[in-house]
Antibody, heavy 116, light 110 residues
């Protein structure tokens, strides 16, 4: 069974940083692209970033460019999202997803709240 | 403004059929497979349809997907009150080199 478990969310002040993690199990991790997708309170899904099989290809949505960095560790079956210069509008549930762009499996999400 | 366009809301009676449209362009739906998701309140999205029209194991055949040109459609037959949820389409956009989702459709079964 595919399992994706996000962690690292929490309350952070505007301008602060946070690192999200996603631990994967139940499939051959190194053979799948991986994604981060977020959902602001009461809003729709917003694709944040994708990373290819070996981590050499990284793709970002406009809101993430220059501030967020996606990475992966195939030995640890994990992906990460380093988020810097956080803004109030980054407040959202962040989901880890398997696949390129439109995930076929999702984690339960981790809540990031940016507030003073 | 989402790259993929969905109707914001739809409603239908139990037992009826509903279709949810997802309109895009040649750089996304026109060239890439489309997925559909169901999101119940307070839960993560759940994959309903992948590769335009395939159902994952465990998804009832009341749910179907189709695509024509730059538009995709999710069909739900025999509506049940448990189908009340938000529905999203998603795919990859070759021009943007980005994942894209529709704005979501809130389905009410009344």
């Amino acid at each position: 069974e595919v399992q994706l478990v996000e962690s690292g969310g929490g309350l952070v002040q505007p301008g602060g940083s946070l690192r999200l993690s996603c631990a994967a199990s139940g499939f051959t991790f190194s053979t799948y692209w991986m994604n981060w997708v977020r959902q602001a309170p009461g809003k729709g899904l917003e694709w944040v970033a994708s990373i290819n099989l070996d981590g050499g290809g990284k793709y970002y949505g406009e809101s993430a460019k220059g501030r967020f960095t996606i990475s992966r560790d195939n030995a640890q079956n994990s992906i990460y999202l380093q988020m810097n210069s956080l803004r109030a509008e980054d407040t959202a549930v962040f989901y880890c997803g398997r696949g390129s762009g439109a995930p076929d499996s999702w984690g339960q999400g981790t809540l990031v709240t940016v507030s003073s | 403004q989402s790259v993929l366009t969905q109707p914001p809301s739809l409603s239908a009676a139990p037992g009826q059929k509903v279709t949810i449209s997802c309109s895009g362009s040649n750089s996304n739906i026109g060239r890439k497979y489309v997925s559909w998701y169901q999101q119940l309140p307070g839960t993560a999205p759940k994959l309903l349809i992948y590769d335009d029209n395939k159902r994952p194991s465990g998804i009832p055949d009341r749910f179907s997907g189709s695509k024509s040109g730059t538009s995709a459609t999710l069909g739900i037959t025999g509506l049940q009150t448990g189908d009340e949820a938000d529905y999203y389409c998603g795919t990859w956009d070759n021009s943007l080199s980005a994942g894209v989702f529709g704005g979501g459709t809130k389905l009410t079964v009344l």
